[in-house]
Every structure is written in structure tokens, then in C-alpha cells.
């Protein structure tokens, strides 16, 4: 009798814990759940991992080299002539052997797709982490001593954002050594005054909770509390500022390949750059850089909003 009423006793306080502790989601529960209720937020995340899978295998997916361009028999030689017996296949239609077709110099322009997103995430990456760096150092500095030298601050980055961003960017190239890493710093360092201004704004109310407070009193020292307690807390902006940011850089390093400001390499912006020329009888080089930032950037776009509203807590209780 004992035992029965122990395994009575063990069924209710399971039953209660069933109807008051909720259970724990596994990884595939969550992105479920995320699908669901976010699917261009998911369509997002498709596309990141896509261009990631691009960028990290292109030397096994891209089939050829960026730079290889190739020949075709010259249907106007004659045996004896001067003509070559081989010309270059420039501006080909798409076929089985180059998917996307190819450009004016004979090169595929699948390749120069895949081999371009590698450039594209890597600069990304790089400006993005210099900006998210820096900005939030600049950010987290500024709001919590405040007075004379958040003053100071602002207005030394009010003097950065006075500048068009195209005129520090040719300064930053121009007196730099050529390459991508140039261009990356270039693009990080415009971008450090908006990711800056986000964590300031931030970090100006979360000085001022009672955990920070708590924390002050018992003695922890100016460079514990931005560090262990307020940082951790300002994560969420900096998250969602580094998804969207990376489409928009990636947008500004095609801008900058089309003007001719980037280093030369397969690059989507100058595949704009070159095919424009020929959208008319040969759209192909074009429409193929085209769509590859247009995906990319609106990927991006839609995973950085999907992630704002799953976690602010303010959204999600609307």
C-alpha cells in the first residue's frame, strides 16, 4: 500500500510539473518554432547559409577559376590565313558548360559568382568586426562616464558622419596600400559613428539599472561594470546591427568594385561594372552580379529583422 501511494504521489508531482514548469525545447523544436513564425526570416538564414557554403567551398563548386578564360574554334579561319584557328568564347549564352554563360574576356561567369562571395563575406566580415569593435568600445565609453568626454566623443563622430562616406573611403584607398584589407578597414571605419551611436543609446538606459547600481555599491570598479555587467547586456543591438550591417557593407564593396576603387578580382560589383556594357545583346555578366547582390543583401536584411524581433523582449510581447 506504501507503494502505490509513492507512485501516486510521483504521477501528481509529475502532472504538476507537466501543467506549471514548461518543458524544454530541443534545437529542432526551436527552429521550428523560428520557421513558423518567421519565415522570411528563415528564407534569410537559407540565403546566409548558401553564400556561406559558396564562399567556403568555392575552390570544389565554382568548376573553374575566376580568372580562366576560354577558347572556342574560330569559325572565320581558313587554313593558310592569318587567323587564329582558336578564339576566345566571350559573352556565350548559358549551356551546360558555362551555367551563367560568360563574359567579354571568355571567363565563366558562374565561377566569377562563387569566387566573388568569398570576397564579398570576407570584406564583410572584416569591416563589420572592425566597426562592431570599435563602435561598441566608442559606444560603451561614451554613455557611461558621460559629461565632458561623452561630449567630446559625439562630437568628433558627429565630425566623421560631416563627411560623405565616398570621400573618406577614396581618402582611406588612396593612402593606404591597395587590397581588400584597405577596403575592409575603409568600410569598417565609416561605419564605427552608426554602430556607435546604437550601443550609446543603449547603454545610457542600462547604466541606470538597479543591477548596475547593486553592482557600483558593492565596489566593482568603472572597467568590471562596462565589461561583465552592462556589455552582456547590450548584446542583442550589437547582434542584430552586425546581420543588417553586412548586407550593407557588401552593398558599399560592390559599389566601390564598380566605380573601380577595389582591388581587381571577381567581384560582383565590377561583374555589373563590365556587363553593362552588354545587357542589351549579352545581359548575362550583368544579371548574374545583379542577382547575387540582390539576394544577398535582402537575405541578410530579412535575418537581421527576424533576429531584432525574436529578441527584443519588447517585440516579442506584442
Known sequence: MLAGQQRAEAGALAAAEELFLPRRLGWLDV??????????????????????????????????????????????????????ERVRDTRADPSWRHWFGTDQFGRDNYARVIWGARR???????????????????GIVSAYFRGWLDTFIQRIM???QAFPALMILLLLVSVTEPGLRAVAVGLGFVTVTGVQ??????????????????ARVVGCSDLRLMVVHILPNVTTPIIVIFSIGLGTVIL????????????????????LE????????????????????????????????ALRDVLDPRLRLT
Open 120 to 138: 564579398s563575406l570576407g570584406i564583410g566580415m572584416g569591416a563589420l568586426a572592425f566597426a562592431v569593435f570599435f563602435g561598441s568600445t566608442i
Open 31 to 84: 527552429v521550428g518554432r523560428f520557421v513558423r513564425r518567421k519565415p522570411l526570416g528563415a528564407f534569410g538564414f537559407v540565403v546566409i547559409l548558401m553564400l556561406a557554403a559558396a564562399a567556403g567551398g568555392a575552390p570544389w563548386l565554382s568548376r573553374y577559376d575566376a580568372e580562366d578564360w576560354f577558347m572556342v574554334s574560330n569559325p572565320s579561319y581558313l587554313p593558310g590565313s592569318l587567323q587564329p
Open 274 to 305: 563590365e556587363g553593362r556594357a552588354y545587357m542589351v545583346t549579352q545581359p548575362w555578366t550583368a544579371l548574374s552580379g545583379g542577382a547575387a547582390i540582390t539576394l544577398t543583401v535582402m537575405g541578410f536584411n530579412l535575418a537581421g529583422d
Open 252 to 271: 558599399a564593396e560592390a559599389a566601390l568594385s564598380f566605380l573601380g576603387l577595389a582591388p581587381v578580382g571577381a567581384s560582383w560589383g565590377m561583374m
Open 158 to 160: 558627429d565630425s566623421i
Open 197 to 214: 551611436r546604437i550601443v550609446r543609446s543603449t547603454v545610457l538606459s542600462a547604466r541606470e539599472d538597479p543591477y548596475v547600481e547593486a
